[in-house]
T-cell receptor, first 113, second 111 residues
Framework: EAQVTQNPRYLITVTGKKLTVTCSQN?????MSWYRQDPGLGLRQIYY???????DKGDVPEGYKVSRKEKRNFPLILESPSPNQTSLYFC????????????FGPGTRLLVL | QKEVEQDPGPLSVPEGAIVSLNCTYS??????FMWYRQYSRKGPELLMY????GNKEDGRFTAQVDKSSKYISLFIRDSQPSDSATYLC???????????FGKGTRLHILP
């Protein structure tokens, strides 16, 4: 089954404790991206990757890092999480940058205390 | 003015009614227009995709784009309770541009 998986699905952490949210897709997609979704603000892109070893900033990259060492994986790293990073995070992948066939993961709900 | 405006709702309509969801935008360079549906506790899923102006129909769903007015719509005919979800519009200027999302409209179909 074609899918995008994220782990963990739910996470409660404390300020400053480094964390990684993993994202994996099994569709051989080149394009992957991370979004955060907040009430009243909608979906905002954090980072995206056009291919292995190629990443770029989205609209709200501050406080986040990503890496793309393999085509299927695109982890999101919060080196020093802060409460304003409490949000619902989605990973997405598609064949091309244009997202007419974009697939979203199930989401990771993060609470930073 | 925000690039994409979408009324957050909630919008409640009786089962069987025609639903109209809309977005306005300010960037005349947008050419690709999408509608996503997001159920509670799930990721968005692509519902409809159109390029430039015109209409596109898929079953009970019709997407309309009016570039002269910078206005896009999604119509749902014979609405069902299973259509209850948040609907997000999204748009982009070209194939390599990033996607700009609306904030989403919450829709409730009342049985």
């Amino acid at each position: 089954e074609a899918q995008v998986t994220q782990n963990p699905r739910y996470l409660i952490t404390v300020t400053g404790k480094k964390l990684t949210v993993t994202c994996s897709q099994n569709m051989n997609h080149e394009y992957m991206s991370w979004y955060r979704q907040d009430p009243g603000l909608g979906l905002r892109q954090i980072y995206y990757s056009m291919n292995v070893e190629v990443t770029d900033k989205g609209d709200v990259p501050e406080g986040y890092k990503v890496s793309r060492k393999e085509k299927r994986n695109f982890p999101l790293i919060l080196e020093s999480p802060s409460p304003n990073q409490t949000s619902l995070y989605f990973c997405a992948s598609s064949l091309s940058p244009l997202l007419e066939t974009q697939y979203f993961g199930p989401g990771t709900r993060l609470l930073v205390l | 003015q925000k690039e994409v405006e979408q009324d957050p709702g909630p919008l409640s309509v009786p089962e069987g009614a025609i639903v109209s969801l809309n977005c306005t935008y300010s960037n005349s360079a947008f050419q690709y227009f999408m509608w996503y549906r997001q159920y509670s506790r799930k990721g968005p899923e692509l519902l409809m995709y159109t390029y430039s102006s015109g209409n596109k129909e898929d079953g009970r769903f019709t997407a309309q784009v009016d570039k002269s007015s910078k206005y896009i719509s999604l119509f749902i005919r014979d609405s069902q309770p299973s259509d209850s979800a948040t609907y997000l519009c999204a748009m982009s200027g070209n194939r390599d541009d990033k996607i700009i999302f609306g904030k989403g409209t919450r829709l409730h179909i009342l049985p």
